[in-house]
């Protein structure tokens, strides 16, 4: 039997962070998950799905994670049922997370960060550092270690981690 849940999407609103009387961390939260396709209107609807995270992992997500947060969720279905104040039956069905991984830095949700993007800025205001990475042959400084600066890259498998 299989009972896997990947999913990514936002925070409808702040986790709540709540504890048991053994002093166990839950955090429930519910996550907008776009839909693949269109409605008729041309829009993009999307599912809110009800989550929940225990011990380490509900900390970190109430910590660190707000509002309009984007998130991954791997976890498992679960279907429960209780009697309400009213003694009527009640019954939920919610991830329970293994896992919540935050897909952005804090804040980039509200404009902060950079959307889509590595996140990495160059510091152009930074004093250099004592290694060689990105410097060319005039000594200027290049804050993109990565940049190509149209040399070949000798790489032997001896360098190769795997």
Known sequence: ????VVLAGRLTKDPDLRYT???VA?????IAVNRPFSNNSGDRDADFIN???WRRAAENLANFM?????????GRLQSRSFDNQEGKRVFVTEVVADSVQFLESKGASQ????RG??????????????NNFGSNNNNQRNDDPFADNGE????????LPF
């Not at 039997?1 to 896997?4: E, G, I, K, S, V």
């Not at 839950?26 to 519910?30: D, G, Q």
């Open 1 to 4: 039997m299989l009972n896997r």
């Open 21 to 23: 009387p053994n002093g």
């Open 26 to 30: 839950v955090a429930n939260f519910t």
């Open 51 to 53: 989550c929940v995270v």
């Open 66 to 74: 707000s509002k309009g947060s984007l998130v991954g969720v791997d």
């Open 111 to 114: 404009g902060g960060g950079n």
């Open 117 to 130: 993007g590595s996140g990495y800025q160059p510091n152009q205001n930074q004093q250099p550092s004592g």
């Open 152 to 159: 070949p890259i000798d790489i032997s498998d001896d360098d």
